[in-house]
């Protein structure tokens, strides 16, 4: 079956280069491959300015920056308004919420960037972006989405553990079970051949559940 979506391109997937793009945003014009050089990237999107559910996460992320710039990650959202309307919702939450959102917040009116990467949706709105969450590692390479609706907010504690586990999985090569938390242990790869079966078996660092499952903890840095 052909794959659709609203502007005649494939959605972009889990494991693509991030689509590049040129755009104007509340710290000025941006380049996106030049602002994902050597740095993770979380670019999301909110279905508009000055409505109540939005307000609620762009000021969280605005709280969680420094966490995320610790981690070598950026932030970066999007919506289908104009500059103005994004200086004038900036400046309103500053003075309401006491948070400023520093980070860019692109203005997509023409909906440019908001179809390049399917965060328009039909059957949930034809002019307003869904809650679409990209994480895209230091290569620029997509590797994770989270779609949400318009009605219900993300969680923030979820974005960063899952920030968290694909640095960890990229850094150390191992995988990560369910509910995964740092300090907890991984799982380490299956065995690829009856010579890395007998490493495993051999191992006293593995907690051996059976041959294909196995964790180990890693050392704290």
């Given at each position: 079956?052909?794959?659709?979506?609203?502007?005649?391109?494939?959605?972009?997937?889990?494991?693509?280069?991030?689509?590049?793009?040129?755009?104007?945003?509340?710290?000025?014009?941006?380049?996106?491959?030049?602002?994902?050089?050597?740095?993770?990237?979380?670019?999301?999107?909110?279905?508009?300015?000055?409505?109540?559910?939005?307000?609620?996460?762009?000021?969280?992320?605005?709280?969680?920056?420094?966490?995320?710039?610790?981690?070598?990650?950026?932030?970066?959202?999007?919506?289908?308004?104009?500059?103005?309307?994004?200086?004038?919702?900036?400046?309103?939450?500053?003075?309401?919420?006491?948070?400023?959102?520093?980070f860019?917040?692109?203005?997509?009116?023409?909906?440019?960037?908001?179809?390049?990467?399917?965060?328009?949706?039909?059957?949930?709105?034809?002019?307003?972006?869904?809650?679409?969450?990209?994480?895209?590692?230091?290569?620029?390479?997509?590797?994770?989405?989270?779609?949400?609706?318009?009605?219900?907010?993300?969680n923030?504690?979820?974005?960063?553990?899952?920030?968290?586990?694909?640095?960890?999985?990229?850094?150390?090569?191992?995988?990560?079970?369910?509910?995964?938390?740092?300090?907890?242990?991984?799982?380490v790869?299956?065995?690829?051949?009856?010579?890395?079966?007998?490493?495993?078996?051999?191992?006293?660092?593995?907690?051996?559940?059976?041959?294909?499952?196995?964790?180990?903890?890693?050392?704290?840095?």
């Amino acid at each position: 079956m052909e794959e659709i979506n609203v502007n005649n391109n494939p959605m972009p997937r889990i494991g693509d280069k991030a689509p590049d793009f040129e755009a104007l945003t509340t710290q000025g014009p941006l380049k996106f491959s030049e602002y994902n050089k050597g740095s993770w990237v979380i670019l999301f999107s909110h279905p508009a300015d000055f409505t109540p559910v939005c307000t609620t996460e762009l000021s969280g992320f605005a709280k969680e920056e420094e966490w995320f710039k610790a981690r070598n990650t950026k932030l970066i959202g999007l919506s289908i308004d104009s500059i103005h309307s994004h200086i004038a919702w900036v400046e309103n939450v500053r003075k309401n919420l006491g948070v400023y959102m520093k980070f860019p917040i692109i203005a997509d009116l023409d909906m440019k960037v908001a179809k390049l990467y399917g965060m328009l949706q039909p059957g949930e709105s034809e002019t307003a972006a869904v809650r679409a969450v990209f994480f895209i590692d230091p290569n620029g390479i997509i590797r994770l989405i989270m779609y949400y609706p318009l009605n219900v907010g993300r969680n923030m504690e979820e974005i960063k553990r899952v920030l968290t586990a694909l640095q960890t999985a990229s850094k150390n090569s191992v995988a990560l079970p369910l509910n995964w938390k740092p300090g907890e242990k991984v799982i380490v790869p299956p065995p690829k051949s009856l010579q890395e079966l007998d490493e495993r078996l051999a191992d006293k660092n593995v907690e051996l559940i059976d041959f294909y499952l196995a964790k180990k903890e890693l050392a704290v840095e």
